[in-house]
Structure formats: C-alpha cells, structure tokens
C-alpha cells in the first residue's frame, strides 16, 4: 500500500464511523505491530459475528495482529465460521466459493507478482477445516505441489460449524455429530504431515491459547512463503457451540488438551527454510 | 522467437490495420486472437476437443507471449485460479469443453457476480448423457442464466474475432463482466479455414484495473476496507435487498453490453434475405449447414431467409422481433437434444407456434444439408404452405 492511501478524504472527518477514524490514526498499516501490542493499535478486525467463545473469533484477530506486513497482504477465505467474519476485516479479502481458495489464490499471487514486481505481496490463505482438509484437498495439496508463494492456515474447529456441527475430516475419531451419528470412523486426517510430504517448506500447529507461538509460526510462515514455497499453519480451537461446552472453558480446555497431548504443537522446517529463518531471525523482529 | 508488439487500440487492431490471409484450424485461430491479446496469464487444463488450442497457447508462453501459463489440476480449480488472477487485476484467459464446462459450472455466475471481464473460450461437445466426446452444443442451454456474456463463432474467423472483440465489450468499465466465446468443438477446431488476420506486430492495449466497478484486490486500489455489513451475514430486508440490486446490476451490465456488440460485432444477429417469408434461425456451425440448405432450398424456388445469432446473452430479442415480424415459419436447427435455442426463440416472438424446433442433431450425429431441407419442407407442409413434398 502506498503510503498515506488509506486515509479520510478532508472534510469527511466528522462523517466518518468512529471505527474507520481509529483505524486510520492508530491501524496496524506499515505500524509493525504485533501480538505482543494487541490493545495499543486498533486491530483490523472490527467487532465479528461468531458465538461467544468461538476459538476462530480470537485465532483470527491473533492471525491479523501477526501478519508482518498488513498493509500490503490480501487474506483469500473460503466458506465457513470465519466467513462470516471475513468482511469485518480491514484488508481486501476475497471469498469466492467453498473449497476453492487455494486455487484462487494461486492465481491471484502470481498476477500480483506480475503487476508488483518490485513489491512484496503476500497472500495468505484462512479458512475452515472443512474447505481445507475436505472438499478443497485436491486444490490445497495441487498449490503445495505446484509450489505456489503463499501460506495457507486452516481453522482447525473439528466441524462443520456454520452449517449446523456436521463430521468433519478433522473432527476426533469416535465422535458423534450430524452425518456421523454412530461417531467418525476414522482419525483426524495428519495434515501437517501431508503438508510436508507435499512441498511445504514450514508447516505449524497451534492453538489460539498461546498468542506469541501462533505469531511466531504465522510470521515464519508467512517469510518463508516469499521467499522459498508454501507454508502451512494449523490452529486448533474446537468448536464450543458444537462441542457443547461453556464459552469461557475455550483457553482452558485447549491447555488442557495440550497437556494431555490430545492436541501436539508441531513445527516441520525444511534445511532451506531454517537457513532462511535464522538469517531472518537473527537480526532481531523481522 | 517472439515478435516485438506494438500495443494498440482494439479498433486500430480489428478494423484499421491490414489484414492477411491464412488458412488454419480454429484451435490456431485461438492462440492468434490471444497472441494478439496481450493476456498476462492462461491456465490449461487438458479436455477434448480444447486441449490443441491451450497447448498453443503454452507455446506462446514459452516464446514469451504471455507472462504465466500452467496446467491446473480440474476445471473448477483452473476457473478459480483465473478468478483470483483477474481479481488481482491481471488480463487473463482460459478454455474448456462440454464435462469440464459442467465441472467449473459453479465458478461462472461468481465471475459474473464479482465483475470480473474473464475471457473464456468453450469448445462445446457432448457431456456424459451418455458420454460422448462428439461436437454439441448442450453446455450452452446450461450457462444461459450465469450472467456471463455468450457469443457463439461459427467459423475460425468468427472464433478469432470474437475473442479479441471479447475482450473489449467485457473490460468496458459499464459492462466489467466474463465473457465467454462457444464454438461446435471439432467442426470448427479440427478443421482448417481461411481467416483473416490483422499483423501480429500489433496487440491490445493492457487491461487496466483501475476501470473497474470493483476494486483489484492488490492493497494498493480504495478502498481498502470493503464491506462492512455483508450481504451473507444477516438476514433482513436490507440485506436481501442489497443483494438484489447488486444481482439487478449484473444483469443491467449485460444489458448496457449490447450497444458495444453491437458495434464491434456489427450486430448480435445477422440477416440474409431480410424480405423472405420463411426463416432458418441459428447459431454456431448450424447457420453453415443452414447457409447450404438456403442455397438448396432458394434453388427450388422457395423464398427463405437465414438469421445467425451471434449473441446468445444478451439476446437479440427487439432484433429477432423485428426481423421476423412477417415471416411465417422459423426452422431451428440445432447442435444439441435440448433444442435451447429454439425455447429462447420461442420466448422472445409473438405467435411463437411460427417455431419448428428442428432439425435437432448430437451424439456426434452430423446435420446435413438434406436434413435441414426436408425438416423444413416438413414443417411447410404441416402450417399449409406446402402440399406435398
């Protein structure tokens, strides 16, 4: 974004919503903000409408707060949760269909480094785990195989939330959800592990319950997607609505699941990317 | 290698400059068009009878033509892959056929609902009903209602045509939507014609995403913020209503489409013996095979007059009305089972029992001209016109 864009046109002061002033006196454009300054900038998310305790509500306002350069990233979704979300969010984003987006955002990465030679764009890829693991596999696995520039993280809620708490190729072995009603018959599909058997040079897991290590791995992600190939980052946060429990148990029964090992924090660096990463690394915020 | 280009205007390029004969296959005549487009980007997925026409135009890539080429992995992925690059703002192109035309289907009317001017190319055939691969056109009748703009090439030189003229009604800032050129697949891209072709030294001027009703989503175009209460979100009377006026604007844009049809393509339909009191009606290689039957049929003594519609969406409704205000008979032959075009026909005149939707041919069958000859005598004998055949 060029600088000085995104501003109130003179004589529009009074008219504009609050919301849009605070962005433009105190957004994250260019600012290099991060999670560590959530509350000291206005976040690019504005209010959302997802349930009370959703850990999709609260992953993506860490997702936002982590990106290394908001003012120049365009976030491609998909149909889900955080959908719904998606329009309430201060950077040009796209939702095209469900399943989809990678494809996209393949092709929307490499007309943007035609028309911005110069300029780093990064695209960054947000959506559900049903887009990503089910129905849009195929375009998920195809730009990792192809090597596209981007980052792709997916929103791990173990359902198909929006539409009512479906089975999900993500939801936990055993369980019992609409269209699974004798419980899943088979485990979580490993996607990090395919991710790194299909191309990703980084691949995370994450939970929203640790703000600063989901920063971390979107901001490696993100780096290591410019400059070597796709990256990967998953974030676990169930879904409360469908898991039915209380919306203030989400951080604790992340911990909870982390400590029992039910949910396993990963990182699967390829050698080009750690090269990359302690070059960029060791020269303090990158 | 590459030929240095100069970028011009599409009038300079299609009408002005001198044009040269070649005689080439329609799937060449498609690598010329796009030669000549200035597309930064194509992506191929492989289907027949398209596959020949995307893997000359690889070979533009590789001569450095165009500046991206690859191979998607479906046709819906390729569909949304050519979205997302023409929704960072880039001149695109891509093309597909009969199955992999209903694989992508759910991609059309969200090109057409984000106004993006994607050009595409379809090689129409047969879809697995049962599976044939043979030339038809049943794939049009499915995309009349996704808000693209449909032109149907009869021949190579309509083929390279319209899809350089495509490009110029679909990136008009009022018009701003995909536009999609038909052709029978074989018929015309396995076969070779002479088709006249403008220098390839010339090429159009680079689409720019500024002229746009929508914003290119680069970070760089305001606004930055889009939306803030989304049409999906809730649902209230502002919300449907938001949504039905963005929907009302596709189709106004179709609409806002015709005077430019109108003017680079001379017209959405054609009429040959405007005063004849019978007509063969069609669209794409049927108004070849229909031209023949006219021949044959005016030879007999009989006065027939031949319509080609080149505009499929928009429809040449107040032209088709005018142009067969006094006819009393229109013949329809078609390339497919469905008969699509004789319904819109029928749904756009008066005393629409003046339709005979025949001769209707698929499944690889050809339409000879004899056919069209006899279903026509046929229909004269049934309205009375004729006594015996």
Wanted: proline letters at 7%; aromatic letters at 8%; hydrophobic letters at 45%.
């Amino acid at each position: 974004m060029k600088p000085g864009l995104f501003k109130i046109s003179p004589g529009f002061e009074e008219v504009m919503p609050a919301e849009y002033r605070e962005l433009v006196e105190h957004g994250p454009y260019g600012a290099g903000m991060g999670v560590a300054d959530l509350g000291a900038f206005k976040e690019l998310l504005e209010e959302h409408p997802l349930c009370a305790g959703c850990g999709l509500a609260l992953s993506l306002r860490l997702f936002l707060a982590s990106l290394p350069a908001p003012q120049d990233t365009v976030i491609v979704g998909s149909t889900g949760c955080s959908s719904l979300a998606f329009p309430q969010v201060a950077l040009q984003n796209i939702h095209s269909l469900f399943g989809n987006q990678n494809a996209l955002a393949s092709g929307l990465k490499r007309a943007l480094s035609l028309r911005f030679p110069d300029k780093v764009k990064d695209v960054v890829v947000i959506a559900g785990d049903g887009a990503t693991a089910d129905i849009g596999l195929d375009m998920v696995m195809h730009s990792w195989f192809r090597q596209e520039n981007i980052t792709t993280v997916m929103l791990d809620n173990e359902a198909y939330a929006n539409t009512g708490g479906q089975e999900s190729g993500m939801s936990p072995q055993g369980t019992v959800l609409y269209m699974a009603p004798k419980g899943k018959k088979f485990p979580k599909i490993p996607l990090p592990e395919i991710a790194r058997e299909a191309g990703c040079a980084y691949v995370g897991a994450c939970s929203p319950a640790q703000g600063k290590r989901l920063e971390r791995m979107l901001r490696r992600a993100i780096l290591v997607a410019r400059e070597i190939g796709p990256t990967y980052v998953q974030i676990f946060a169930p879904c409360p609505t469908n898991y039915k429990f209380k919306p203030n148990e989400t951080l604790t029964r992340l911990k909870l699941l982390e400590k029992e090992g039910v949910f396993q924090p990963k990182e699967y660096i390829t050698r080009e990317a750690q090269d990359l990463l302690n070059k960029l690394e060791g020269g303090g915020k990158p | 290698m590459v030929v240095e280009q100069k970028a011009v205007s599409v009038d300079e390029l299609l009408f002005a400059s001198p044009r040269k004969q070649v005689f080439i296959t329609g799937s060449e005549a498609v690598a010329e068009a796009v030669k000549r487009a200035n597309v930064e980007m194509a992506i191929a997925y492989p289907i027949t009878p398209q596959s020949e026409s995307m893997h000359l135009v690889g070979d533009l890539f590789a001569k450095g033509y165009l500046r991206d080429y690859y191979r998607g992995e479906n046709e819906f992925a390729v569909m949304a892959a050519v979205h997302g690059a023409s929704l960072g703002g880039g001149r695109v192109f891509t093309a597909t056929s009969g199955p992999g035309t209903l694989r992508a289907m759910e991609m059309f009317p969200v090109w057409a609902g984000s106004r993006q001017p994607i050009v595409c190319a379809f090689m129409c055939r047969g879809v697995s009903l049962p599976p044939s691969i043979q030339p038809e056109n049943i794939e049009m009748g499915m995309l009349l209602d996704t808000g693209m703009i449909m032109l149907h090439a009869e021949n190579a030189q309509d083929f390279f045509d319209m899809i350089l003229k495509g490009y110029a009604v679909a990136e008009q800032p009022e018009v701003h939507l995909p536009l999609g050129v038909f052709v029978d697949g074989f018929f015309v891209t396995h076969t070779r014609d002479l088709v006249m072709l403008p220098p390839e030294d010339l090429k159009l001027a680079p689409y720019d995403p500024t002229c746009s009703p929508v914003p290119a989503f680069d970070m760089e175009t305001p606004p930055i913020r889009i939306v803030r209460d989304p049409l999906l979100n809730k649902s209230n009377f502002i919300s449907y209503a938001a949504n039905a006026s963005w929907h009302q604007e596709v189709l106004a844009a179709a609409e806002r489409a015709r005077k430019h049809l109108n003017r680079y393509l001379g017209g959405l339909l054609e009429v040959e013996y405007p005063d004849a009191s019978l007509f063969i009606i069609a669209s794409g290689t049927a108004v070849s095979q229909g031209r023949e039957a006219l021949k044959a049929l005016r030879a007999e003594g009989f006065e027939v007059g031949l319509i080609k519609i080149k505009s499929i969406r928009p429809f040449p409704t107040a032209e088709l009305i005018a142009a067969t205000e006094k006819a009393e008979l229109l013949v329809v032959p078609e390339f497919n089972a469905g008969g699509w075009l004789a319904r819109e026909i029928k749904a756009a005149i008066d005393n629409n029992s003046r339709v005979c939707a025949s001769p209707r041919v698929f499944g690889g069958m050809t339409m000879p001209v004899e056919l069209i000859v006899s279903e026509v005598k046929k229909a004269m004998l049934a309205k009375g016109l004729l006594k015996s055949v």
